[in-house]
């Protein structure tokens, strides 16, 4: 049971180059969520999804777009990436059910020079 | 809406000695809580989850917790704890009452010192 997927696992950009991150669960759950991840800041959201062709803005959305074509899979597209999007990014999925937990992918740790 | 607050950035304790690590949220609604894990390099895991009914909640690698709805916290204990547990630990809420999203608190890195 694979659970979350993220590919790739890692990445190297120079600066204004795109990119997108894809991320894929077998839970067939609702509700999945991108974050990133830098020293000090702890987790924040970027963009989630509530389902298949609904997308939403986290906390830090800009310079970052997403798709939700599919209910399993959820991405995340760098259209110009600069080096303040340096980070390790995680994709997570839940179900819409409040007593229920999230799953995490594994990470994407993206550098851009 | 709700938010998480973890008082304590960092945490370092020696090997076997008991360990705590803070939560507290805010929310206009009833939530159920939760407390992950992120070992190094990995992502997020669940260590324990608070429902219903007793309010010590044990979870895997020996660690619990107890929620406190005065004081609306939901603080992690762990009575010995080793090297292993170096990690970053985040607590977490869910409104009871709406279909929404999962709201992290902003994580407290354990560093257990031989």
């Known amino acids: 049971n694979a659970g979350v997927t993220q590919t790739p696992k890692f990445r190297v950009l120079k600066t204004g180059q795109s990119m997108t991150l894809l991320c894929a669960q077998d839970m067939n759950h609702e509700y999945m969520y991108w974050y990133r991840q830098d020293p000090g800041m702890g987790l924040r959201l970027i963009h989630y999804?509530?389902?298949?062709?609904?997308?939403a803005k986290g906390e830090v959305p800009d310079g970052y777009n997403v798709s939700r074509l599919k209910k399993q899979n959820f991405l995340l597209g760098l259209e110009s990436a600069a080096p303040s999007q340096t980070s390790v990014y995680f994709c997570?999925?839940?179900?819409?059910?409040?007593?229920?937990?999230?799953?995490f992918g594994q990470g994407t740790r993206l550098t851009v020079v | 809406a709700q938010s998480v607050t973890q008082l304590d950035s960092q945490v370092p304790v020696f090997e076997e000695a008991p360990v705590e690590l803070r939560c507290n949220y805010s929310s206009s609604v009833s939530v159920y809580l939760f407390w992950y894990v992120q070992y190094p390099n990995q992502g997020l895991q669940l260590l324990l989850k608070y429902l219903s009914g007793s309010t010590l909640v044990k979870g895997i690698n020996g660690f619990e917790a107890e929620f406190n709805k005065s004081q609306t916290s939901f603080h992690l204990r762990k009575p010995s704890v080793h090297i292993s547990d170096t990690a970053e630990y985040f607590c977490?809420?869910?409104?009871?009452?709406?279909?929404?999203?999962?709201?992290f608190g902003p994580g407290t890195s354990l560093s257990v010192i031989p």
């Open positions: 997570a999925s839940s179900s819409p059910l409040p007593n229920t937990e999230a799953f």
């Open positions: 999804s509530v389902g298949e062709g609904t997308t």
């Open positions: 977490a809420v869910r409104a009871k009452t709406s279909y929404d999203k999962v709201i």
